[in-house]
């Protein structure tokens, strides 16, 4: 026999896939016919933690090979290995050769590139980085620049952009009246999704089935068990804090039926990864799955996978993270198209900088500044370089130093309002989610 106590905390504590980290503001069950989800939109970001070497990712094919071989010395991609990406324009790009899985999508005109993007809080040349003109705080430190990519705020920030995306569509009612959050983790607390008055769910990726542990339908006391959890978390104890504890727990187990029901009764033949990366863009196609049953017609996730901090033995160590990152996101894609929703799910990179196009001692690279960066999607103006490649040159017009830290041509902000219009983000709202955009003079990207 089981103390009620130690039961309670038992019951509680075995909620261990999905954590509900938000407040929601109704409890109540979520009525999904209430509303069509026939116009869903999802952005999904997939950040590289420790700075990914863009140089190496998005590569000079047609044009700039030979002064990037030149300067890149014995970390060049060889030129015959490069998997190549023509453009409308006749100039030819390339992918690093471990995007083979993903590689298709190009030809597909389901995935594009976004040349040179970065922190900036207005558009700066050399000449006024050198003369001390106004930049991000604390460029090339992680920690910084990791936030203000999530939060947009190239000076310091509390909110991230995503966030305060669902604050202004929350408070428009695009979701209602589902309370399920807009914004969903599946890596952990995400800056990215923090808005004012909206919080994002949590979700634990990597597991088969989700709720309470060891359910099984088919063992008596194990049901007696699962029903015994749901009095006590419907039981009135007369404590808003408790309460408030117990409507979270419950919700949790309620999604995490919805996405066991889901995978058992309709289960994607889209085989994924096992991998770190792998399992969450897994754990979000569930979600996207049970988007009907959930009452969504908006959300955007997050998604990570680290490693990209590349000082030293940098060829077989990224070469191997960009396998993984390939292979991930071309199973989510496929997904998407199993789904039937591969127009209303756009997916994109961010990173805290890229890496100096010089390379260091030690055979790896040096923070940096602007990157590339990947989208991918059936909704894209896919099979384009967006934005302007740097002049890839030491001591260069784009190079802030002697080592080929580029200076952005393409501020976060245009590269986000761009998704944020497409998402649905009136053109009204967009300076209160970006500040710094009434900077510049482009706004839309033209990618989707």
């Known amino acids: 026999m089981t103390s009620r106590r130690n039961f309670l905390r038992f019951g509680c504590c075995s909620v261990s896939t999905l954590t509900v980290a938000s407040q929601f503001s109704r409890m109540g069950m979520i009525n999904a016919l209430a509303q069509s989800t026939g116009d869903y939109k999802a952005l999904v970001c997939v950040f590289l933690f420790g700075g990914n070497d863009a140089n190496n990712m998005v590569l000079p094919y047609s044009t700039q090979y030979s002064q990037y071989a030149g300067v890149r010395g014995t970390l060049a991609i060889p030129q015959g290995t490069i998997l190549q990406c023509p453009t409308s324009s006749g100039v030819v790009y390339g992918l690093h050769p471990s995007f083979a899985s993903l590689h298709p999508l190009w030809a597909q005109k389901r995935l594009a590139a976004v040349a040179n993007v970065g922190m900036l809080v207005r558009p700066t040349t050399r000449q006024q980085y050198l003369s001390g003109g106004q930049v991000p705080s604390n460029l090339?430190?992680?920690?910084?620049?990791?936030?203000?990519?999530?939060?947009?705020?190239?000076?310091?920030?509390?909110?991230?952009?995503?966030?305060?995306?669902?604050?202004?569509?929350?408070?428009?009612?695009?979701?209602?009246?589902?309370?399920?959050?807009?914004?969903?983790?599946?890596?952990?607390?995400?800056?990215?999704?923090?808005?004012?008055?909206?919080?994002?769910?949590?979700?634990?990726?990597?597991?088969?089935?989700?709720?309470?542990?060891?359910?099984?339908?088919?063992?008596?006391?194990?049901?007696?068990?699962?029903?015994?959890?749901?009095?006590?978390?419907?039981?009135?104890?007369?404590?808003?804090?408790?309460?408030?504890?117990?409507?979270?727990?419950?919700?949790?187990?309620?999604?995490?039926?919805?996405?066991?029901?889901?995978?058992?009764?309709?289960?994607?033949?889209?085989?994924?990864?096992?991998?770190?990366?792998?399992?969450?863009?897994?754990?979000?196609?569930?979600?996207?799955?049970?988007?009907?049953?959930?009452?969504?017609?908006?959300?955007?996730?997050?998604?990570?996978?680290?490693?990209?901090?590349t000082h030293s033995n940098q060829l077989p160590d990224h070469a191997n993270l960009l396998t993984q990152l390939s292979d991930a996101l071309a199973a989510f894609q496929n997904a998407t198209v199993e789904m039937g929703v591969a127009n209303q799910v756009t997916t994109f990179t961010e990173s805290e900088f890229s890496r100096t196009f010089q390379p260091s001692q030690g055979a790896g690279t040096d923070h940096a500044w602007g990157g590339h960066h990947l989208l991918m999607g059936a909704a894209l103006k896919g099979g384009e370089m967006y934005g302007t490649f740097p002049t890839l040159a030491l001591q260069g017009p784009d190079d802030s130093g002697n080592r080929g830290n580029w200076i952005p041509t393409t501020p976060l902000d245009v590269y986000g309002a761009t998704l944020a219009q497409w998402f649905g983000v009136p053109q009204s709202d967009l300076l209160s989610v970006f500040p710094n955009l009434a900077n510049f003079t482009t706004q839309n990207l033209g990618f989707l």
């Open 140 to 309: 090339f430190s992680h920690s910084d620049q990791t936030s203000q990519w999530q939060t947009g705020m190239p000076l310091g920030g509390t909110t991230g952009w995503g966030g305060r995306i669902a604050d202004k569509l929350t408070q428009y009612g695009i979701n209602q009246p589902s309370s399920f959050p807009l914004g969903v983790s599946v890596s952990g607390g995400a800056l990215l999704l923090n808005g004012v008055t909206t919080k994002p769910a949590t979700v634990n990726p990597g597991q088969t089935s989700t709720g309470l542990e060891g359910t099984n339908p088919a063992n008596a006391a194990m049901v007696a068990r699962d029903v015994s959890v749901q009095e006590l978390l419907e039981m009135d104890s007369g404590m808003a804090l408790v309460q408030a504890a117990s409507a979270n727990t419950k919700e949790g187990i309620r999604i995490a039926q919805l996405i066991n029901q889901a995978t058992t009764s309709n289960p994607l033949a889209t085989a994924f990864p096992t991998t770190g990366l792998g399992n969450q863009m897994a754990q979000i196609a569930r979600l996207i799955q049970v988007r009907g049953q959930l009452g969504m017609r908006r959300q955007i996730f997050f998604a990570s996978m680290g490693g990209f901090d």
